[in-house]
């Protein structure tokens, strides 16, 4: 090769090279690795420019080829057993003589502890930033491509960014955005900004691998050397190979969405297995339906006949008159497949099955399962479970789960593989009249998955947002899928248990050791523009602001607050979770500055400093979403003030006789007219400006609500217990924003 460029940028390209032949060579000897040299002349084929070298047999060699290369230069030992070369001490750089050069390699040969195949002789690329970049194959998502910070301190450092493949151009942008030393991509002490271009093809070219050739398992480019220029060069590389076993299939039936959405709207329900006993699910569920006003029709079967909750017992489903939309299922699991032929002589669409003793108990539990479902899908009943707590719609009072809860109808789907978390958040929902558009426990999810909830509320004109707690996902590929199809529509909202554990896949390169199943799943649901919380009440948090209050258009906040402490607390929240505060514009100011005291902190946050006016901050609060310079407002302190009057009132009617209870009663009332005024001011400046706004209230009680519905009103008036709530909520309107904007 010619070594007038240190650096071959894919012009050498050979259009015979075979990369197929490479792996296949490599997975022949069982070694499964293809040697650094024919790696990077892989990678220089992808257009990943690549240092220049010469490949010897022995020391002496080695010494006449750095003659040709120009000093100093960096001499390698190579060998399919040779993963990690500095560990191993197969790595000489700064040579400067043919001598040293051939000194550094007879020392290599005869104290390596692995057997060397042959030495590489590379000019030395000069550059003071270095990074890694990596392709490795997830078991669950595919292939993942990792961009981090490089050299021999990659797992220390432990700054990485994982994408799954195939990379698009926002997928790249993201990358580099993402990295917590993205600086050393801007000019750096005395060299250029990185040429991102240049960057972004390598990754490209790592996709674009990792999509055509199954076999390759991890690629591994560390040190990716950024030359003064920007230009960056890979100086090593590792291949892993072996053969291409692709997932077992995931053998599901197509669900039809149109099946599963009329399922939320039965006209008629049965219950076997219904129960006479407190307690039990053949009583809860059916209690459930029966307290509410759901129009439907209501069966009951138990063998014994009689009466349950004041409704004649059938004893066999035969013996139902008319068809039958939904059958809710409670027995034993090994009585459930034989109800089937009668469910499907009643024309059921679909069978809730809550009862357990199924997959989860084991293998026994996998066969019978997979007995009903098959028996199920043959009759053409659907199946949601089993090992369910139910399913609501409160659009129609239809209440059909383990919780005797009810919140409003609302534009939230919630979907929990979890019971008990779904039982939470339905309560939950119900105490903050937060609305739910429909709730299922999704169980073992032999028939319906997650996916399918999602892309039958994807269709749903009423659902604003998905909202899913989840512990397993079995389809990676599918979930990826669909979660970024339906984000581009409507936000997803995800909390993922058992996010701590550590995967336990043992990785041969530095980008596999970097990796971790959770790391991977929230890579892919940045990706797929999911946004991810760590808390349950995070999930109601958001499915408020989403179903109440318009997109942020920017990160800009104004910040309204009744005192000082809590004004610095959400700065300092705002600046952490990426938002900025712009100045107040001098018309602001000059507007402020007629309604409050020459003391006023004339600053963003704007204090209005515990003034009792009511006028104050309703003309403030207009002030600030009139103003173009922000994008949002949080305000603080203004709602719940009713509580501490309550307060105070009650101290005075206790100690001061000058004031009799009318007159009490009176100021209370008048606290309480304001607080409602205040909320209805809010939700209208909303609208009428399209910007969103979020308050703190001063105390709680137990009237307060997270959302309050103001007739006539498009949007809602939002209202959390603290700062923290409320900038992560923002926060996360804001990540939303900006990546349907980069997906666009």
């Given at each position: 090769k010619h070594f007038n460029d240190p650096i071959q940028r894919g012009q050498s390209m050979n259009k015979e090279f075979n990369?197929?032949?490479?792996?296949?060579?490599?997975?022949?000897?069982?070694?499964?690795?293809?040697?650094?040299?024919?790696?990077?002349?892989?990678?220089?084929n992808f257009g990943v420019p690549v240092v220049s070298e010469i490949r010897v047999p022995d020391p002496q060699t080695a010494g006449e080829a750095a003659e040709k290369t120009g000093f100093p230069v960096v001499l390698k030992a190579v060998g399919a057993k040779i993963l990690h070369k500095t560990e191993s001490g197969l790595v000489r750089v700064g040579l400067n003589s043919p001598a040293e050069v051939a000194a550094a390699a007879a020392r290599m040969a005869t104290e390596s502890p692995l057997p060397i195949e042959a030495f590489l002789v590379q000019p030395q690329i000069r550059g003071k930033r270095e990074f890694v970049a990596g392709m490795f194959r997830d078991p669950l998502f595919g292939p993942v491509i990792m961009f981090g910070l490089g050299g021999i301190f990659t797992e220390a450092l432990d700054d990485a960014v994982f994408k799954v493949a195939p990379l698009s151009n926002s997928d790249i942008e993201a990358m580099f955005a993402e990295l917590r030393s993205r600086k050393l991509l801007l000019p750096f002490r005395g060299e250029e900004a990185v040429d991102k271009t240049a960057l972004g093809a390598i990754l490209k070219g790592l996709s674009d691998l990792a999509t055509q050739f199954p076999q390759i398992k991890e690629i591994d480019i560390n040190p990716l050397i950024v030359q003064p220029d920007g230009m960056p060069v890979a100086v090593d590389a590792l291949m892993i190979t072996g053969e291409h076993r692709p997932a077992p299939a995931i053998k599901r039936g197509e669900v039809n969405r149109e099946t599963l959405g009329s399922c939320y709207y039965p006209s008629s329900v049965v219950f076997v297995g219904a129960s006479g006993t407190i307690s039990k699910w053949g009583h809860m569920l059916p209690t459930n339906?029966?307290?509410?006003?759901y129009k439907g029709r209501v069966y009951l079967v138990n063998p014994k006949g009689g009466q349950i909750a004041g409704q004649e017992v059938y004893r066999s489903v035969s013996d139902i008159e008319d068809d039958v939309d939904l059958a809710v299922v409670t027995l034993p699991a090994a009585k459930v497949k034989e109800q089937i032929p009668l469910l499907q002589a009643k024309k059921v669409k679909a069978m809730l099955l809550i009862s357990s003793g199924f997959r989860e108990t084991g293998e026994a539990g996998r066969r019978l399962e997979d007995d009903v479902v098959k028996a199920a899908r043959e009759a053409g009943i659907l199946i949601f479970g089993p090992n369910t707590m139910g399913i609501c719609n409160p659009h129609i009072d239809f209440f059909c789960c383990g919780?005797?809860?009810?919140?409003?109808?609302?534009?939230?789907?919630?979907?929990?593989?979890?019971?008990?978390?779904?039982?939470?958040?339905?309560?939950?929902?119900?105490?903050?009249?937060?609305?739910?558009?429909?709730?299922?426990?999704?169980?073992?999810?032999?028939?319906?998955?997650?996916?399918?909830?999602?892309?039958?509320?994807?269709?749903?004109?009423?659902?604003?947002?998905?909202?899913?707690?989840?512990?397993?996902?079995?389809?990676?590929?599918?979930?990826?899928?669909?979660?970024?199809?339906?984000?581009?529509?409507?936000?997803?909202?995800?909390?993922k248990g058992g996010r701590t554990s550590e995967g336990g896949m043992a990785a041969s390169s530095h980008t596999g050791a970097l990796a971790?199943?959770?790391?991977?799943?929230?890579?892919?649901?940045?990706?797929?523009?999911?946004?991810?919380?760590?808390?349950?009440?995070?999930?109601?948090?958001?499915?408020?602001?989403?179903?109440?209050?318009?997109?942020?258009?920017?990160?800009?906040?104004?910040?309204?607050?009744?005192?000082?402490?809590?004004?610095?607390?959400t700065t300092d929240l705002c600046i952490e979770h990426g938002l900025t505060l712009p100045p107040l514009s001098e018309a602001i100011v000059n507007r402020l500055d007629q309604i409050l005291p020459d003391y006023w902190s004339r600053g963003n946050p704007a204090d209005i400093v515990g003034e009792h006016d009511p006028a104050i901050p309703m003309t403030a609060m207009e002030a600030l979403m009139e103003w173009d310079g922000c994008d949002a407002v949080i305000h603080l302190g203004i709602h719940g003030r009713r509580i501490l009057a309550a307060k105070m009132l009650n101290s005075i009617a206790n100690t001061d006789p000058a004031y009799s209870a009318e007159e009490l009663r009176e100021i209370e009332e008048m606290a309480?007219?304001?607080?409602?005024?205040?909320?209805?001011?809010?939700?209208?400046?909303?609208?009428?400006?399209?910007?969103?706004?979020?308050?703190?209230?001063?105390?709680?009680?137990?009237?307060?609500?997270?959302?309050?519905?103001?007739?006539?009103?498009?949007?809602?008036?939002?209202?959390?217990?603290?700062?923290?709530?409320?900038?992560?909520?923002?926060a996360s309107m804001c990540r939303y924003r900006q990546w349907l904007e980069a997906h666009a």
């Amino acid at each position: 090769k010619h070594f007038n460029d240190p650096i071959q940028r894919g012009q050498s390209m050979n259009k015979e090279f075979n990369v197929q032949k490479l792996i296949a060579a490599s997975i022949a000897s069982g070694a499964h690795v293809i040697c650094e040299d024919d790696a990077k002349a892989i990678l220089d084929n992808f257009g990943v420019p690549v240092v220049s070298e010469i490949r010897v047999p022995d020391p002496q060699t080695a010494g006449e080829a750095a003659e040709k290369t120009g000093f100093p230069v960096v001499l390698k030992a190579v060998g399919a057993k040779i993963l990690h070369k500095t560990e191993s001490g197969l790595v000489r750089v700064g040579l400067n003589s043919p001598a040293e050069v051939a000194a550094a390699a007879a020392r290599m040969a005869t104290e390596s502890p692995l057997p060397i195949e042959a030495f590489l002789v590379q000019p030395q690329i000069r550059g003071k930033r270095e990074f890694v970049a990596g392709m490795f194959r997830d078991p669950l998502f595919g292939p993942v491509i990792m961009f981090g910070l490089g050299g021999i301190f990659t797992e220390a450092l432990d700054d990485a960014v994982f994408k799954v493949a195939p990379l698009s151009n926002s997928d790249i942008e993201a990358m580099f955005a993402e990295l917590r030393s993205r600086k050393l991509l801007l000019p750096f002490r005395g060299e250029e900004a990185v040429d991102k271009t240049a960057l972004g093809a390598i990754l490209k070219g790592l996709s674009d691998l990792a999509t055509q050739f199954p076999q390759i398992k991890e690629i591994d480019i560390n040190p990716l050397i950024v030359q003064p220029d920007g230009m960056p060069v890979a100086v090593d590389a590792l291949m892993i190979t072996g053969e291409h076993r692709p997932a077992p299939a995931i053998k599901r039936g197509e669900v039809n969405r149109e099946t599963l959405g009329s399922c939320y709207y039965p006209s008629s329900v049965v219950f076997v297995g219904a129960s006479g006993t407190i307690s039990k699910w053949g009583h809860m569920l059916p209690t459930n339906i029966l307290n509410r006003n759901y129009k439907g029709r209501v069966y009951l079967v138990n063998p014994k006949g009689g009466q349950i909750a004041g409704q004649e017992v059938y004893r066999s489903v035969s013996d139902i008159e008319d068809d039958v939309d939904l059958a809710v299922v409670t027995l034993p699991a090994a009585k459930v497949k034989e109800q089937i032929p009668l469910l499907q002589a009643k024309k059921v669409k679909a069978m809730l099955l809550i009862s357990s003793g199924f997959r989860e108990t084991g293998e026994a539990g996998r066969r019978l399962e997979d007995d009903v479902v098959k028996a199920a899908r043959e009759a053409g009943i659907l199946i949601f479970g089993p090992n369910t707590m139910g399913i609501c719609n409160p659009h129609i009072d239809f209440f059909c789960c383990g919780v005797h809860v009810y919140p409003l109808p609302g534009s939230t789907a919630l979907v929990c593989q979890s019971g008990n978390m779904g039982t939470q958040l339905l309560a939950f929902a119900e105490q903050q009249d937060i609305g739910i558009r429909a709730f299922s426990g999704s169980g073992n999810e032999a028939m319906v998955t997650l996916e399918d909830y999602m892309e039958a509320f994807e269709a749903d004109e009423l659902t604003r947002t998905v909202v899913l707690y989840i512990e397993s996902v079995k389809d990676g590929v599918r979930f990826f899928k669909s979660a970024r199809r339906v984000s581009r529509k409507k936000p997803v909202v995800v909390l993922k248990g058992g996010r701590t554990s550590e995967g336990g896949m043992a990785a041969s390169s530095h980008t596999g050791a970097l990796a971790s199943d959770h790391r991977i799943f929230d890579a892919a649901c940045r990706q797929a523009g999911i946004i991810q919380v760590k808390q349950p009440i995070d999930l109601l948090d958001l499915s408020a602001v989403f179903s109440s209050l318009p997109l942020p258009r920017g990160n800009r906040v104004a910040i309204m607050t009744l005192g000082g402490g809590w004004g610095v607390v959400t700065t300092d929240l705002c600046i952490e979770h990426g938002l900025t505060l712009p100045p107040l514009s001098e018309a602001i100011v000059n507007r402020l500055d007629q309604i409050l005291p020459d003391y006023w902190s004339r600053g963003n946050p704007a204090d209005i400093v515990g003034e009792h006016d009511p006028a104050i901050p309703m003309t403030a609060m207009e002030a600030l979403m009139e103003w173009d310079g922000c994008d949002a407002v949080i305000h603080l302190g203004i709602h719940g003030r009713r509580i501490l009057a309550a307060k105070m009132l009650n101290s005075i009617a206790n100690t001061d006789p000058a004031y009799s209870a009318e007159e009490l009663r009176e100021i209370e009332e008048m606290a309480v007219a304001f607080e409602k005024e205040y909320i209805r001011h809010v939700a209208q400046l909303t609208e009428k400006y399209d910007k969103p706004v979020l308050g703190v209230s001063l105390l709680t009680d137990e009237d307060s609500k997270t959302l309050y519905r103001i007739e006539g009103c498009k949007y809602k008036g939002v209202f959390f217990p603290s700062p923290e709530r409320a900038v992560k909520a923002l926060a996360s309107m804001c990540r939303y924003r900006q990546w349907l904007e980069a997906h666009a």
